[in-house]
């Protein structure tokens, strides 16, 4: 599981492009790269990858076939920045009063879908992006909701259900921290409904549909 709080941008140093598997690599900062071992978790633009190969400070990951369908991870490239988080710890660390903080919304990194980008509005402190949302998942959006867009825990500030279009306001230290900056209209971005929100939808549709169909006779 991971918080949605994106720990660092760093790029693609590598990259094997084969049939319905891509193998790419990352150059880890120090602090991500501690304790980290093989078979463990990494969130790289919203998507949970499992360490393959650590040589030094560059760790490295497969992307599947379904990986590369659902997600932007199929638009990689050399030096390619993408946004990273460690998994979040539970429990009482060491030296530690209490354990690790959730800052943002729990994610899984099992990515739902993308989104394209449809405009901008760039200010001197902040930006503003739009996107589309794909139909089988836009019931699960809310204004003032959460979404997880390219790993990182964002609150969605308008929802247009009418054309299924949603805006999310970005911060100063989010655009510092993240790749938000990076994207132009037409880019793709991952995005991982919230859980929670999911479950409560689909159970009152069930509820509604066996209401309607007389099932709970």
């Known amino acids: 599981m991971y918080t949605g709080i994106v720990q660092a941008l760093q790029p693609v140093r590598s990259l ?6 891509y193998t790419f690599s990352i150059e880890m900062p120090k ?5 980290l071992d093989l078979g463990a978790s990494v969130n790289i633009n919203g998507v949970c990858f ?3 190969r650590i040589a030094g400070n560059e760790v490295f990951f497969d ?8 997600s932007n991870i199929r638009l990689l490239e050399l030096g390619s920045l993408v946004n990273l988080e460690r998994s979040a710890r539970q429990g009482v660390e060491k030296g530690a009063e209490k354990g690790a903080e959730i800052g943002g919304h729990l994610l899984s990194g099992h ?3 993308t989104a394209s980008v449809l405009s901008l509005d760039t200010g001197e402190n902040h930006r503003r992006l739009t996107f589309d949302s794909d139909p089988g998942w836009r019931k699960f959006i809310f204004e003032k909701g959460f979404l997880g867009v390219n790993g990182a825990s964002l609150t ?3 929802l247009d259900r009418s054309t299924g279009q949603f805006s999310i306001n970005l911060i100063p230290e989010t655009l510092a921290r993240t790749n938000f900056p990076l994207l132009q209209q037409g ?26 169909s007389g099932g709970s006779d």
Do not use: C, P, W, Y
Request: aromatic content about 0%.
């Open 31 to 35: 602090d991500l790269l501690l304790g």
């Open 111 to 113: 990515v739902t879908g």
């Open 50 to 52: 499992t360490v393959t």
């Open 63 to 70: 992307a599947i076939r379904e990986t590369l369908a659902l």
């Open 16 to 21: 094997e492009k084969k049939e319905g598997l």
């Open 187 to 212: 880019d793709l971005v991952n995005i991982e409904v919230d859980a929670q929100t999911r479950s409560i939808v689909e159970t009152v549709e069930r509820i509604m549909a066996e209401r309607t």
């Open 156 to 158: 969605i500030a308008a």
